[in-house]
């Protein structure tokens, strides 16, 4: 497994943004799929959104898309995760995680999970 530590995570008023880091250690980064999740109090872990080994295929929820933007550097072992535009519902406390699955939207199928940071939009 590759260890996950998650930063970059705060206050912000809704239309702010603010940008998540995952530094990663362990295994080998650019073998594994990476992905960001989140879960709100009271509220199930949902997909955010996941990069592809080389970075070259993204994936997004609908509800993120065209606001977020997700990028890695393999050579600093570490995805990011810009958010844009963020609103009220955007408050949750957000994850990174490594999956060794290609393309996978679903929690179950990544392996590594970082402790979280936590980000919260005011209105």
């Known amino acids: 497994q590759v260890q996950l530590v998650e930063s970059g995570g705060g206050l912000v008023q809704a239309g702010g943004s603010l940008r998540l880091s995952c530094a990663a250690s362990g295994r080998t980064f650019s073998n594994y799929v990476m992905g960001w999740f989140r879960q709100a109090p009271g509220k199930e872990r949902e997909f955010v959104a996941a990069?592809?080994?080389?970075?070259?295929?993204?994936w997004y929820a609908d509800s993120v898309k065209g606001r977020f933007t997700i990028s890695r550097d393999n050579t600093k072992n570490a995805v990011y995760l810009q958010m844009n535009s963020l609103k009220p519902e955007d408050t949750a406390a957000y994850s990174c995680?490594?999956?060794?699955?290609?393309?996978?939207?679903?929690?179950?199928?990544?392996?590594?999970w970082g402790q979280g940071t936590q980000v919260t939009v005011s209105s």
């Open positions: 990069i592809s080994r080389a970075g070259v295929r993204t």
């Open positions: 995680a490594a999956a060794v699955r290609y393309g996978s939207v679903q929690a179950v199928d990544y392996d590594s």
